[in-house]
Every structure is written in C-alpha cells, then in structure tokens.
C-alpha cells in the first residue's frame, strides 16, 4: 500500500481527523470514569476521617464547614465529628507549600480540648524513601497527644520540639508548618 | 512485500539486544526520576507498557493514512490521547497506584521509547510484528526499571518491594534514592547487562 502524499489538504485532513477522534475517545473515557474517580476520592476522605478522628456516628463529609482564610489561597476544610450529639473533635487540612516538591496537604484530627487525636497525609510529592518518610509510624507518633499551644511544633533545628526525618529536615519543617496552621484555624472556629 | 520477520527474534531483541534502557539508552526522563523504589519502577513500567502496546496497534493500523510531513504530530497526539485514559483509569480503579506515580503519569507521553517505536517500527510493519515489538520492548522496559529500582532500594532505603531488611535506624547510600544515585546505578547496571549479554548472546 502507498503512503499518502503530503499535500495541504492531506496533512489538514489526517490530523484534524485524528484530533476529533482523540477527542470523542477522551471525553468518552473521562464520562466513564468521572463516577468511579469522585467515589475514589471521597473513600479516601472518609478513610482519612476514620483515621484521625475518635469515633464518631454522623456524617463529616455531609457537615464540612469551607472557611475563607486571607492568608491561604483555597478555603480550609474543617470536619466535625459528633458522637449521640456530642462533639468529639474535628479534623481540619492544613497544607504547606514549602515541602522538598511544592505542596503538603495533611489532615489533622483535634480532640475538643486541643490536643491532636492523630494526622493523615492526604497529598504530598516528597522524594520516595525520604520525604515519605512522613507517613511512618515513627514519625507521626510524637504528634499523637500534644496540645499545639504547648508543644512547639517546629523541628529541634528550629528551636522546636519535632523531631525531624533524618535527611529531610525541610519536609518534616513543612509538616510542622502545616499542623501549625490546621491548629490555629481549629482554634479560630472552635 | 515487506521480508518476513521472525517473530521470536523480534520479541527477544527489547529484552536482550536491544533493551531500551540498558542498550538503547532510550526513556531515560521517567527511567531516572520514578526508579527510586522497586514498586514505582514495576508501577511505571507497566504504565508505559500498556500505553506503548496501545500506540503501536493503533500506529501500525493507520500508518498509510498519515502524510509523511505530519506524522510526528500525529503519533504524539494517539500517545498523549492513551497517556490521559491510563491516568484516569488509574485514579478511578487503582487510587493506590495513582497516588505513588501521579505526577509521572503525564511523562510517558515524552518517553522517546515509545514515540521511537511509532517512528521507527510500527509505522513500517504490520499489525502483528507491531504488537510483538511493543511486548518485547515494553517488557524490557519493565524489567530494566524494576531491576534500577530494586538495586536503589536495596542499597538506599534497605528495603525490598517495601519489606524492609535492616533496622529502623541503620544508615543506608541515601545517595541512591537521590537523583545522582539513578545516575551512577544506571551506569554500572548498563556495564553488567552488556557483558552478561554480549556472552550470552556470542
């Protein structure tokens, strides 16, 4: 079989050809996944939830509050759980900017008075085998307890009281940023 | 009428003699940057094994449709069309995997390993010996990455697939996760493939 010439008409035709078929195939794909990614996502919310909060018999997701901070670009997120009506604590996503690849987006649980129930990382880019070190056990447990207002949440290099991952200072100092900020936003809208 | 092929030969030579990664020195972008732990190589390698299957079928059925003078462009567009559904399909099925690969997912589409073979072979030979070539060479591809990424696990992080084989506190070759380590292991991999090859294959 012969090629196609490379004519004008020919090289317009064959790409826009291919666009639109590229394109029909793409948006058909996307309508196909669109339910099952929104469902993906919203698991690892609620997981996310179960994991920091204390037992709880309402719906967060249902109940979150958006609040419009000047200082952050998107509105924060904030979860309250309530169990037989009572308010057991509230979950709220603090983010950094500053990790070792850009943004660090972590939820953190607080118990009614303060002290944190436990954190889950929801979003990061840190390097694999270092930075991601953040999600071990070894490192999150010295959070687990401390009431922020006492337990400087910096790292020791900084004066602080976090002890940093070994060869990612500037990951474990962002995590400390953006626990930081997760605090004082529950604190401003307890 | 194209010379007939031999379809062992044709499946072997990604896996051997011609591996992309440890002969051919193609994909080097997403070769370097993912292999960090043995999963991610195995992660990314299947990515791109899928999207260079998908594009040599779909390469090898039109190629006589494409004028010589836009083909380039043609190619680029089918490869980033099935890159977008390999990222949808993982963040809707396998959010797990999307997480650990997200943002090198968009980077199969520059992977030169797969718009070479559009380029180099699908665009000139039939449906079936395309199919063989993107097996062969996406299976090389998979094996040279995990191969990569377990050797920088190994000696980086002390962990195998995870499962980590020294104590919590031991110090491991941070080097090799960092990105010199990709350099420095990928040249010394390169040397042991081609010699155990080369005796192999005389």
Request: aromatic share 10%.
């Given at each position: ?41 919203l ?9 920091v909060?204390?037992e ?6 249902a ?60 979003e ?25 207002s006492s337990?400087n ?16 200072t500037?990951?474990s ?18 | ?33 993912v ?67 997200g ?12 718009l ?47 499962m ?39």
């Amino acid at each position: 079989m012969r090629k196609k010439e490379s004519t004008f008409l020919n090289m317009v035709l064959s790409l826009a050809m291919i666009t639109i078929v590229a394109g029909f195939s793409l948006g058909f794909v996307n309508d196909l996944t669109k339910g099952p990614k929104a469902k993906a996502k919203l698991e690892r919310k609620i997981n996310a939830l179960k994991l920091v909060l204390p037992e709880f018999d309402n719906n967060p997701v249902a109940e979150k509050q958006l609040i419009k901070s000047d200082k952050f670009k998107d509105s924060i997120e904030i979860y309250t759980a309530l169990f037989n009506n009572e308010f057991v604590g509230s979950a709220v996503v603090g983010s950094s900017n500053k990790g070792f690849s850009g943004l660090i987006k972590i939820m953190v649980g607080f118990n009614p008075d303060g002290k944190i129930q436990n954190i889950a990382v929801l979003e990061q880019k840190e390097t694999p085998g270092l930075g991601t070190k953040m999600k071990d056990e070894k490192f999150l447990k010295q959070f687990r307890g401390k009431d922020p207002s006492s337990f400087n949440l910096k790292v020791i290099k900084d004066g602080g009281e976090v002890d940093a991952i070994t060869g990612s200072t500037i990951t474990s100092r962002a995590f400390g940023e953006a626990t930081q900020m997760a605090y004082d936003e529950f604190i401003k809208n307890k | 009428m194209t010379k007939k092929i031999d379809q062992k030969q044709n499946f072997l030579k990604g896996i051997l003699k011609e591996n992309p990664v440890f002969v051919m020195l193609l994909g080097m972008c997403p070769t370097l940057g993912v292999t960090s732990s043995a999963f991610n190589g195995l992660g990314m390698g299947v990515a791109t094994l899928f999207v260079l299957l998908m594009s040599n079928i779909v390469v090898s059925l039109i190629k006589t449709q494409i004028p010589s003078k836009v083909r380039i462009p043609a190619f680029i567009i089918i490869i980033a069309s099935f890159v977008t559904v390999v990222e949808m399909v993982l963040e809707a099925f396998i959010p797990f995997l999307y997480e650990q690969l997200g943002i090198f997912i968009p980077l199969i589409v520059v992977n030169c390993l797969i718009l070479g073979r559009a380029e180099s072979f699908a665009s000139k030979n039939n449906l079936w010996s395309s199919i063989v070539d993107a097996l062969g060479m996406g299976i090389g591809f998979v094996i040279a990455l995990t191969i990569l990424g377990a050797t920088r696990e190994i000696l980086g992080s002390g962990s195998i697939f995870e499962m980590k084989f020294v104590s919590e506190d031991a110090n491991t070759f941070i080097l090799f996760i960092l990105p010199p380590g990709a350099f420095i292991a990928l040249a010394y991999l390169s040397v042991l493939f081609n010699k155990i090859s080369i005796k192999t294959l005389s």
